[in-house]
């Protein structure tokens, strides 16, 4: 078992748990940024954070207790809206990739805003558990968030930077070229 629990030692994971704990700072303060800083910078974070979690070792649980979590649905829904005021008129894309899509003839309406969030939350719940220094704990909180990853927030995130790109290189609205 204690080999196991050295996989958090890892170089990879040291990487992915400061990229992670950028973009929940980032995230965080939405409120000092422009539209186009903002999105600038998203769109060279998210790779990287893809790229990151991408290259996590592979890692099983230890317990099969469930974690602690920190983002209460107040914590979402101030992170949520800041980054939709923020995005204001460009929050909202359409999106084809989405399970709902294949009952649908039409394209699903999805938000950047709470694209954003979903992964910080998960991001911010791992660092929450990872900072316990406790290994069981940090194994299993990155187990969980590696799992989530495959099955649910690196497809959201990949999706959400088509229709940030759009913004920053295809927009035609005012705030083009600042």
């Not at 186009?36 to 230890?62: N, R």
């Not at 101030?78 to 649908?104: G, T």
């Not at 394209?107 to 992964?119: N, V, W």
Request: net charge negative.
């Amino acid at each position: 078992m204690k080999q196991k629990s050295q996989v958090i030692f890892d170089k990879n994971v040291a990487e992915f748990v400061t990229v992670a704990a950028e973009y929940c700072l980032f995230v965080e303060n939405t409120g000092d940024k422009t539209r186009d800083q903002f999105i600038d910078t998203l769109l060279k974070v998210l790779p990287l954070l893809y790229v990151k979690a991408a290259l996590l070792p592979e890692v099983m649980p230890m317990s099969y207790e469930e974690l602690e979590t920190c983002v209460t649905e107040e914590d979402y829904a101030v992170i949520s809206q800041r980054i939709s005021k923020l995005m204001a008129d460009m929050d909202d894309y359409l999106d084809v990739f989405v399970e709902d899509m294949k009952y649908s003839d039409a394209p699903i309406r999805k938000c950047i805003s709470e694209d954003l969030t979903d992964i910080y939350q998960d991001l911010k719940n791992f660092i929450f558990s990872f900072k316990t220094g406790i290994n069981d704990t940090m194994n299993d909180a990155l187990a969980l968030c590696q799992e989530h990853f495959k099955d649910y927030w690196g497809q959201v995130l990949v999706n959400t930077m088509r229709p940030l790109h759009q913004i920053k290189y295809n927009s035609t609205d005012e705030n083009e070229g600042d």
